[in-house]
């Protein structure tokens, strides 16, 4: 019989999993409880979830899911890592593993497509969802500038020209 507190874990994981953009699977086996606890306020810090949850309750959440091809990377000491911004969760696990070398990347599931290690790596890599928008905002706003810049020339001469010929008769 399937207890009540299990079924509300795996109703959680499914709710918050359908947030999610990202799942990445981790081993922790040697990490303390105290060092988990830094992690997970680190992920926290970055808006990623890192959850210890039991693989067969964590295979019940994602069957049948957007993140069903990581089932096979469930076993042993797993932990999960989820996001809304896969950029932030490869950053986040790629950053800590090179802090604690006892967190070890397994790999994930990403737009619904199974991804090693090295493409974690790769996504820990790209600019941040709020350093894209900072950039994004720069190369929209410089336009603009411009724009204005050329249509209030041709008034700004009209004027240094009235103004010069008013200094010229005086």
């Given at each position: 019989m399937v207890s009540k507190v299990k079924i509300d874990i795996v109703s959680r994981l499914i709710s918050a999993l359908a947030k999610a953009k990202m799942l990445i699977i981790v081993h922790y086996h040697?990490?303390?409880?105290?060092?988990?606890?830094?992690?997970?306020?680190?992920?926290?810090?970055?808006?990623?979830?890192?959850?210890v949850v039991k693989n067969n309750l964590m295979k019940i959440a994602i069957q049948d899911g957007l993140f069903e091809?990581?089932?096979?990377?469930?076993?042993?000491?797993?932990?999960?890592?989820?996001?809304?911004?896969?950029?932030?969760?490869?950053?986040?696990?790629?950053?800590?593993a090179?802090?604690?070398?006892?967190?070890k990347v397994i790999g994930g599931v990403f737009e619904e497509e199974l991804i090693k290690k090295d493409k974690i790596e790769i996504l820990?890599?790209?600019?941040?969802?709020?350093?894209?928008?900072?950039?994004?905002?720069?190369?929209?706003?410089?336009?603009?500038t411009?724009?204005?810049?050329?249509?209030?020339?041709?008034y700004a001469?009209?004027?240094?020209?009235?103004?010069?010929?008013?200094?010229?008769s005086n």
């Open positions: 040697g990490i303390t409880v105290s060092e988990i606890d830094v992690m997970r306020k680190k992920f926290r810090e970055n808006g990623v979830i890192f959850q091809k990581g089932m096979n990377l469930l076993s042993g000491p797993s932990a999960v890592i989820f996001s809304e911004d896969p950029v932030a969760a490869a950053k986040s696990v790629i950053d800590l090179k802090e604690n070398q006892k967190l820990a890599s790209l600019p941040s969802l709020d350093e894209l928008r900072a950039q994004l905002l720069r190369v929209i706003s410089a336009p603009a411009q724009i204005a810049r050329v249509i209030t020339e041709p001469s009209l004027v240094r020209v009235n103004k010069a010929k008013a200094d010229k």
